[in-house]
């Protein structure tokens, strides 16, 4: 009788197949997040109606279930890249131990070139599907992203675009991996289990104070502690013999912690250990699945720069899968989404692997020097360009054009069917605002529809709306979605959103968002709506909730 389940040690053939794994399920996963109908999922944040919205939306319509399966779970193969880089990174420490700086450069040089590519990348995504380069918000998001410290920047860790979070987390696990190596060295496995332990009530204790001014634990390392040691751990240990009774415990928390608050913290080590042993067995059985296990193999590959570019390449083809609205059209084009993410990601390696080659040509330091230092003249060059030619256009497009297409207010005066949730004793203009409740409220919202005005030639819009708080732990969200009339299909999201600590508490402040309007959204088949958006435990008035288009 089986009583035990053995992880042996990974051969490199086996950590591309676990890399191969891992990233289609990220992939998969943040392609289906926006695909309709979502079910969420508790990565970051939790809620016990997910799981809930996975079960009826499953049972409503069983051809959903790759849907609601990558959707709700796909994010867990984050965790088996946590534990693939600790474990990879431990036993090359063992084998060489490097003084700290290089140890550190060594590890940028493996992680740098491919985000910095896939920076490059999204510019140009950005010029081709708008006609416009960056503008400066995402131009400075773009930096703290390069940074690597955008996770410890309130509302910057999932900017420009979600998967690049992983980043900044791995750069810290980098920095302070050799710390963690002399508590393995010192206290042996006992160590890591203090570490993961520590970790777990750091998080727990940090997870609400953190949310109240935009951050989170599990953005950060300290969130992530128990999957780094577990790498560490089979790293070291070179076998771990699991009983089957961890297993069966892990399987309970993993669920658990999807339907439970007070499980969750333990589901990301409970997912790992779950995810390990099923590759594990799949390795031990990959010789009779040839075409599968090349095909992982290969993927794991390039993981890295799967990783670095699915996250922008995605909107097209969700516009796609939501305008067919089908199950099977979703898995199509979903399919379609990763082979051509893959071929990217092909030339996205050749280009770092042609680049390294013309680095390394000069014999001496000097040279290859540099060439580096040419090669960052030149891309920083060549933004400036691109950034001072965008500046050039959209003073044009101020000056000589902007004409107003459209134009809408809500000032909140007549109350409608819920007039508890309208406000007579405050109000910017005129003599009522409406109430944003806490957690899930949203506002009347404000439409333009395209067909009534000349829609190839607008190119802008502009949502505005006047705030007033007291409450420190308010949170608002200025919301633009873009819909597909005919089909009523959500085609484009976005948000942009105060902190508690932008707002100023006590007085009238006004919150403005601006949409550069793609394209292919410029016929008369689409509409975009505003709303105000309160995800947050404070509650807020607003008050004059303005849209504006914009044409030549």
Known sequence: MLKKITLAPFSKDDTLFLKGFAILLI?????????????????????????????????????????????????????????????????????????????????????????????????????????????????????????????????????????????????????????????????????????????LIATVLLYDPMRQVALNPLYLFVGHLPEFCFGILLAVKKELKLPIWLIALALLTFVGGNIFRWMWPIANISAAILLITLIQLLIRVKGKMNMVSSFLTFTGAISMYLFACHGFLRGNFLQLANYFSSPMASLVIAVLFVLFAIMLSMAMRQVETSVRAWIATPPSNAGRYLRVASLLLLLTGSVGILYAQNRKALHEDSSTSGKVAFS????????????????????????????????????????????????????????????????????AHLVLEVWHVKDGILMEWKSKDMAAEELAKGQWQKMVFDYDIPRFYRFPDYKIKVYMWNNSKGQFLVDDLQLTIYSR
């Open 27 to 199: 992939v998969l996963h943040n392609f289906f997040r926006a695909v309709n109908p979502t079910t969420g999922e508790n990565e970051f944040w939790f809620s016990g109606l997910y799981i809930k919205k996975f079960f009826i939306i499953l049972g409503n319509n069983p051809m959903e279930v790759f849907n609601v399966v990558f959707n709700f779970l796909g994010h867990y193969g984050v965790q088996a890249f946590i534990f693939i880089s600790a474990y990879g990174l431990t036993l090359s420490y063992q084998k060489n131990r490097p003084r700290y700086t290089s140890h550190l450069l060594h590890r940028l040089d493996k992680l740098y070139p491919s985000f910095l590519i896939a920076a490059v990348l999204y510019i140009l995504v950005v010029i081709l599907s708008t006609g416009r380069f960056i503008d400066n918000q995402t131009l400075a998001d773009l930096g703290i992203q390069l940074s690597l410290f955008a996770n410890f920047i309130p509302d910057k860790a999932l900017s420009i675009t979600g998967p690049w979070w992983f980043y900044s987390l791995i750069f810290q696990f980098y920095a302070l991996f050799p710390l963690f190596m002399w508590v393995v060295k010192k206290f042996n496995t006992r160590g890591l289990v203090a570490i993961s332990i520590l970790g």
């Open 408 to 475: 809408a207010t809500n000032n909140f005066e007549e109350v409608g069917d819920s007039p508890k949730r309208y406000s007579d004793s405050l109000a910017f203009s005129g003599h009522s605002s409406f109430i944003m409740q806490p957690s899930e409220s949203y506002s009347p919202a404000l439409e333009a529809n395209f067909s009534t005005m000349n829609y190839a030639e607008i190119y802008r819009a502009e949502a505005s709306a006047m705030l007033y708080t007291t409450d420190s732990l308010t949170n």
